[in-house]
C-alpha cells in the first residue's frame, strides 16, 4: 500500500491522423533518465521497495486491489510523489508547456494529507495492537470490560480512517492522473507551429498533367469500393480491391521484413483487449469523443493501435535486464472512431475507421531510450526513402505530444493529390 | 532470419489482374413493390462451424434453387410476384426505408414466395422436419391466409374511399355533401385501423416465416452429425516414430505463440502469434490469396464492422442469447465472424447484368467470434479462438449454375489442402448440420495428430437464394421474352435472385494447428511445407531459439 501505487489516466495519444486535442489529462512517471539530467530512477524503485509502512508490492499495477469507494479506478500507477513534490516547479512549467490542466497545487496539497491520514492510520493501529496485547494478560473483568470497550471503539474509528485513507487514495489517482510526461529538453514549446523541421527527404514530384487525388485514381482503377462499404457499414468504411490487396499485402509483407532485418520480432496481437489496458496506455475509452471503440456488454475495446496489446505483452513483469532491448514489430488491424474529426482531410482513405498498420515498439533500459528513440525514426526515415516518398520529420512542440510522450517525431509525406503533407504513420 | 519476402514477388508475377471494363457497374433500380412477398426472415448463425451447430430453431424459406434434377419455375414465381395487380411493383423489396413501427425490430423485408410454400406445403414440412427446425408451418399458413384477406379487405375500403372523394367532386346539395363528408370520414378511420392491422400481421408473418430452413439438397443425408456421409479422402495420417506433441506445446518450446500475456490483456481465448508464427500467417495468407486468384476470384479487404441488419441478412442472429457475434457499444453495428458479411453485402439492394455473373471473389479479413456456449473439449489453444484471419471464397451466380460452383468451391479447397500435404476428408453434412441457410453444405475435417483426431478446417455452403432474397441481389437475365425490334424494359425478363456460395479457403489457426502438429520432427522442430517456403524467404524449417 506505498504512496506511490496509485492509477494515471491519460489523454490518447494516437497516430494523430488529426491534430490531437489536448486534452487535460496525463500520467506521471519519473521522468526517463535523460542524458544530461539524471535522474535517480533506480534509486526511487529502491525507496519504494523500502518504505516501511506497507508491504512491499512487486507489481503495483494490479487489478486485485479492491476499490469500492471513489470512482472506476481500479489499478494503481506507480508515481513518484516525492520527487513531483521536490521538483514542483519544473513539473508546474512542464504542466503549462503541454498546456495541460493539471492541478498541480491541489495534488501536493492531496499527496500532504495523505501522507498524514496514513500516519493517523498507523497511530490507530498501533493502539489497537497495544490494547489487544494487553487483554492477552491477567486481566481484572473491570479492566477487561474497559479494554474491550476500548478495542471496539479503536475499531470502529480505524474503519472509518481506512475509508477515508481509500477515497483519498483514489481522489489523488485521479488528480494525478492529469499531470503529463515530463519533456525532453529539445523540444520545441509551443502549439502545432512550433513544431520543427529536423529532416526533409525529397522533393515533390513536378507533373506535366493536371494531377488527381488517391479517390478519383481509385475509382478509375476500380481499386475501392467506398458506396457499397457506406451501405454495410456506414461512412469511412472501404473494400480494398484487385490490385489495391496486392498493395496492401505487399506493404506489410515489405515492411515487415525490412524492420525484421533490423532485430525486430514480428507479433500479431489481440485486437479486442480490456479496457483497463487501453487506459493503461494512455488511452480514454471512456471520454466523449473517444476514438475507442467498446464491445458491448463487456469492459473490452477494439484497438486503435498495436502499442496496446504490445505494451500489454510484457505488464506487471519483472524483466531480466538481460532481454532488454526487446524489440518488437506487431501487425494488426487497428480501429478508430474519429468522433470528432469532422471537416477537411477526411476523403477516401485519409481517415478511415478501420486500417491495417505494422507498429514498432521498444522495452529498453531508461539510459537507453533517446537512443532508440533515434533509431526508430532512422528506419522509419529509410524505409520511406526506399519508397521514393517527398516527406519531412518533424520534432513536435510541447503542446502537441499527447500526454505519454516525452518526445515526439512526425513524418509527413507529400500528397499530391491532397497538395499538402500528410502524417503516414 | 532469411530476408522472409524475396520471393512472393515472383509468385505474383503471372497473377493478372482481369482488365476491368469500366468497373463493376451496379445499377441499382429502386422501386417498391408491396407484394405479399416482402418479408424480412432472421436466421441462425450459419458458421465456419469451429463447434458443432447448435440446432437453432430459425430458418429462412427460399422458393428453392433450380436443381438439376428438379426444374422449380424460378422465373415464373417472379413474374406471377410482379404481375400481381394489386400493388405497386417493387425491385428491391429489401430497403431499410420501410419504416415498421408496429410489431417488433425487423426493420427490413426479404422476399419469401408464400405462394411457393403453400403450394408445395408437403415438401416444406419434410424439409422442416429433416433439418430439426421449429419453424411453424400451420401458422405461418394460417397467417399468410389471413394477411392476404386483410389485404383484400384495405383495398375494399380504399376503394370505398375513393368512390366517396369521386362523388364529392360534382355538384352536391349541401345536406348530401356533409353525408359523404362523415362517410368519407368514417372511411379514413376505418382504414387507419386496418392499415395499422396489416402492417402487425405483416411483421408477424415475417418473424415466423423467418424460422422456415432453406430447401435441401436431394443427396444430402437425413439426419444428425453421424449421417453425414464422406464424399472424399484424402492422404492418410502420418505414422511418427516418437511420442507426438500437440500445437500448444510445439508452440512453447518454438516460441510461437503466447496465450498468458493475451488472457491477462484480452481474456483467453486470445493470443499472440510470434516468430515465425507470424511468417507462417502470412505465407499462408499470401499463398491462398495467391492460388486462389490464379482461379479467376478477384480479390478483397473488407470492412470488419458492419451493421447488424446486414449480419442478419446473412442468416446470423447477433441479438439472440448466446450469440457468436460482437456487438459495438451504443451503435447498431457489429463485428463480422467471416467475411461472407460483408462480400455478401457488397451488392445488396442490386440488380446485376446476367454477363456480369459469375461474380467470384476471394476476401481477406479478420473474423471475431464470441464463442458463447462453446465450453468443453476442444478448446485448447488456437482451435477456437475468438480472433482470427481468415480468406474467404465467394460466388454470386445465376441459380442453374450454383451446383456447378459448388462443386468448384470444394475442388479448389481440396487442390489447396493436397498441396499442403494434409491428410482429411470431405463430408457431405447432415441435413440437421446445414445451418438454415444453406441448400448444400461440404465441410473438410484434417486430421490433427496432436489432438488425436479430425477437425474441422473448411466450410462450402451453397446458400442458393437465401441470402440474396434478404439481401436484395438480383440479376437481369438477357433473354427476351417477347421478339422486338430491340431491347426494352418491356420484353425482357424480370430480375431474379441470384444464388450466393461460400467457402472457407484458408483459416490461419486451424491451418497452423494442421501445419504444426503433422510436420513435426523427432527433435522438435517443424518442417515448412514446399508451396509456402517460397513466401517465407525460403525459410523450410522451424527450430528452437537457443
Request: include cysteine; charge should be negative; aromatic fraction near 8%.
Amino acid at each position: 500500500m506505498d504512496l506511490h501505487g496509485y492509477l494515471n489516466r491519460t489523454t490518447f495519444q494516437t497516430l494523430k491522423l488529426s491534430s490531437t486535442p489536448t486534452c487535460s489529462s496525463s500520467r506521471f512517471l519519473s521522468p526517463s533518465l535523460h542524458k544530461t539530467h539524471k535522474f535517480p530512477f533506480p534509486r526511487l524503485t529502491t525507496k519504494a521497495l523500502s518504505t516501511s509502512s506497507a508491504a512491499v508490492q512487486t507489481s503495483p499495477t494490479t487489478t486485485t486491489i479492491s476499490d469500492d469507494q471513489g470512482g472506476k479506478h481500479q489499478w494503481k500507477a506507480t508515481i513518484d510523489f516525492k520527487w513531483i513534490k521536490d521538483n514542483k516547479e519544473t513539473v508546474a512549467v512542464n504542466i503549462k508547456n503541454r498546456n495541460s490542466d493539471a492541478n498541480l497545487e491541489f495534488i501536493l496539497h492531496l499527496y500532504d494529507k495523505l501522507f498524514i491520514l496514513q500516519k493517523e492510520v498507523e497511530r490507530v493501529r498501533g493502539e489497537r495492537n497495544a490494547v489487544a496485547n494487553k487483554m492477552k494478560g491477567k486481566l481484572e473483568p473491570s479492566e477487561r470490560q474497559t479494554l474491550i470497550e476500548q478495542g471496539k471503539n479503536l475499531k470502529e474509528g480505524l474503519t472509518a480512517l481506512e475509508e477515508d485513507l481509500a477515497k483519498l487514495n483514489d481522489e489523488l489517482q485521479r488528480e494525478a492522473q492529469c499531470i503529463p510526461n515530463m519533456t525532453h529538453p529539445d523540444v520545441p514549446i509551443g502549439g502545432e507551429d512550433s513544431s520543427t523541421i529536423r529532416k526533409t527527404v525529397g522533393s515533390s514530384p513536378k507533373f506535366s498533367f493536371p494531377v488527381k487525388d488517391h479517390l478519383q485514381l481509385g475509382k478509375e482503377l476500380d481499386l475501392f469500393d467506398f458506396d457499397a462499404a457506406a451501405e454495410v457499414s456506414g461512412s469511412k468504411f472501404y473494400y480494398l480491391k484487385n490490385e489495391a490487396v496486392l498493395l496492401e499485402m505487399a506493404l506489410l509483407n515489405w515492411t515487415l521484413s525490412e524492420v525484421m532485418k533490423r532485430g525486430f520480432t514480428p507479433l500479431t496481437t489481440p485486437e479486442i483487449v480490456r479496457s483497463s489496458v487501453v487506459e493503461k496506455c494512455g488511452f480514454q475509452p471512456r471520454a466523449k469523443n473517444t476514438q475507442v471503440y467498446s464491445i458491448d456488454d463487456s469492459d473490452q475495446c477494439l484497438i486503435g493501435t498495436a502499442e496496446i496489446p504490445v505494451g500489454g505483452l510484457h505488464m506487471d513483469s519483472i524483466l531480466a535486464e538481460s532481454m532488454l532491448p526487446l524489440k518488437y514489430v506487431a501487425f494488426s488491424h487497428c480501429f478508430r472512431t474519429e468522433a470528432g474529426a469532422a471537416g477537411t482531410a477526411t476523403r477516401g482513405l485519409y481517415r478511415v475507421h478501420q486500417f491495417s498498420k505494422i507498429e514498432m515498439f521498444i522495452f529498453c533500459r531508461p539510459e537507453e531510450s533517446d537512443y532508440y528513440h533515434e533509431e526508430l525514426i532512422k528506419i522509419e526515415e529509410d524505409m520511406f526513402s526506399s519508397l521514393g516518398l517527398h516527406f519531412k520529420t518533424l520534432d513536435m512542440a510541447s503542446e502537441d505530444l499527447g500526454a505519454p510522450a516525452y518526445r515526439k517525431f512526425d513524418v509527413e509525406a507529400w500528397m499530391p493529390g491532397l497538395e499538402r503533407f500528410g502524417e503516414p504513420h | 532470419m532469411p530476408n522472409a519476402f524475396l520471393a512472393i514477388s515472383e509468385n505474383y508475377q503471372f497473377l493478372r489482374i482481369k482488365p476491368k471494363e469500366g468497373g463493376l457497374g451496379t445499377s441499382t433500380v429502386l422501386a417498391r413493390d408491396m407484394d405479399l412477398h416482402g418479408y424480412l426472415n432472421r436466421t441462425t448463425f450459419q458458421t465456419l462451424k469451429l463447434s458443432s451447430t447448435p440446432t437453432c430453431s430459425s430458418s429462412r424459406f427460399l422458393s428453392p434453387s433450380l436443381h438439376k434434377t428438379h426444374k422449380f419455375p424460378f422465373p415464373r414465381l417472379t413474374t406471377k410476384a410482379l404481375s400481381t395487380s394489386s400493388a405497386a411493383v417493387q425491385t428491391s423489396p429489401t430497403t431499410t426505408t420501410i419504416s415498421d413501427d408496429q410489431g417488433g425490430k425487423h426493420q427490413w423485408k426479404a422476399t419469401i414466395d408464400f405462394k411457393w410454400i403453400k403450394d408445395n406445403k408437403e415438401t416444406v414440412a419434410v424439409n422442416i422436419k429433416n433439418r430439426n427446425s421449429d419453424a411453424n408451418l400451420e401458422f405461418i399458413l394460417h397467417l399468410y391466409d389471413k394477411l392476404f384477406i386483410l389485404q383484400k379487405e384495405v383495398e375494399r375500403v380504399r376503394g370505398e374511399r375513393n368512390a366517396v372523394a369521386n362523388k364529392m367532386k360534382g355538384k352536391l346539395e349541401p345536406s348530401e355533401r356533409q353525408t359523404l363528408i362523415e362517410q368519407g370520414k368514417n372511411l379514413k378511420e376505418g382504414l387507419t385501423a386496418l392499415e395499422e392491422d396489416l402492417a402487425k400481421l405483416n411483421d408477424e408473418l415475417q418473424r415466423e416465416a423467418q424460422c422456415i430452413p432453406n430447401m435441401t439438397h436431394p443427396d444430402v443425408p437425413i439426419g444428425g452429425e453421424d449421417s453425414s456421409t464422406i464424399r472424399k479422402t484424402v492422404g492418410s495420417s502420418p505414422k511418427f516414430s516418437f511420442p507426438v506433441k500437440d500445437h500448444l506445446q510445439l508452440g512453447k518450446e518454438l516460441d510461437l505463440f503466447d496465450f498468458d500475456a493475451a488472457a491477462e490483456v484480452s481474456g483467453s481465448k486470445f493470443y499472440y502469434l510470434k516468430n515465425e508464427a507470424v511468417l507462417l500467417e502470412m505465407a499462408l495468407l499470401n499463398w491462398t490469396l495467391s492460388e486462389v486468384m490464379k482461379r479467376g476470384f478477384t480479390p478483397l479487404t473488407t470492412p470488419e464492422i458492419v451493421r447488424s441488419s446486414v449480419v442478419e441478412k446473412c442468416g446470423f442472429q447477433p441479438r439472440a442469447k448466446n450469440t457468436q457475434v460482437y456487438s459495438i457499444d451504443d451503435s447498431d453495428q457489429c463485428l463480422i465472424g467471416t467475411a461472407e458479411i460483408p462480400v455478401g453485402g457488397l451488392h445488396m439492394d442490386s440488380i446485376l447484368a446476367e454477363s456480369m455473373l459469375p461474380l467470384k471473389y476471394v476476401a481477406f479479413s479478420h473474423c471475431f467470434r464470441t464463442e458463447a456456449g462453446a465450453a468443453g473439449t476442444a478448446t485448447r489453444g488456437l482451435y477456437r479462438v475468438h480472433q482470427f484471419s481468415k480468406i474467404e471464397m465467394f460466388i454470386f451466380c445465376r441459380p442453374e449454375e450454383s451446383d456447378y460452383y459448388h462443386e468448384e468451391l470444394i475442388k479448389i479447397e481440396e487442390d489447396m489442402f493436397s498441396s499442403l500435404g494434409l491428410h482429411f476428408k470431405t463430408l457431405d453434412m447432415a441435413s440437421e448440420d446445414l445451418g438454415a441457410p444453406a441448400y448444400r453444405k461440404f465441410d473438410v475435417e484434417a486430421w490433427m495428430p496432436g489432438l488425436e483426431r479430425f477437425g474441422e478446417i473448411s466450410s462450402a455452403s451453397n446458400c442458393t437464394d437465401y441470402q440474396s432474397r434478404r439481401l436484395g441481389i438480383r440479376y437481369r437475365p438477357s433473354e427476351v421474352l417477347v421478339p422486338g425490334p430491340k431491347k426494352s424494359k418491356g420484353n425482357l425478363a424480370p430480375p431474379q435472385f441470384v444464388h450466393t456460395l461460400n467457402a472457407t479457403a484458408c483459416a490461419v489457426p486451424r491451418m497452423i494447428i494442421c501445419l504444426l502438429e503433422n510436420y513435426q520432427q523427432e527433435d522438435g522442430s517443424v518442417l515448412i511445407p514446399e508451396p509456402l517456403r517460397p513466401f517465407m524467404g525460403g525459410l523450410d524449417i522451424i527450430t528452437r531459439k537457443s
